[in-house]
């Protein structure tokens, strides 16, 4: 993982979904709807609800996850406070395997952030 950045996570998923994407459209059109209604603002804003994926990747030891929700919340205005403080909660409750996967979420969340700010990540 460290020779490749978290947006290279993301362009070489993106590839192998659209592949699949072609085979299963109904499944990927369900999952869309899903996500949409699961990160639409409600009770907790966009920003909360994409703070907490990024906490369930940390626990799932999921790469792609985090990358896209450490995106999604960067676009919907997290800072790196928010998301230090959201990642520390995973290590409460998932243990050791968290530090590793929290401080890749962390990485994955400043990357995305830098970039958003238009500053060079290094």
Known sequence: MAEHTHHDVLNYLNPQHRALRKLIPEVYEGFAQMSKGALNPG?????????????????????????????????AGACK??????????????????????ARAYDAFCEFADAEAGTATG
């Open 81 to 102: 406070e928010e998301a230090a403080e959201a990642i520390g909660v995973t290590f409460l409750m998932h243990g050791g395997p968290a530090t590793i996967y929290g």
């Open 43 to 75: 009770a907790l804003d966009r920003k909360t609800k994409e703070l907490i994926a990024i906490a369930i990747g940390v626990v799932a030891g999921c790469d792609g996850c985090i990358a896209s929700h450490a995106q999604g919340a960067v676009r």
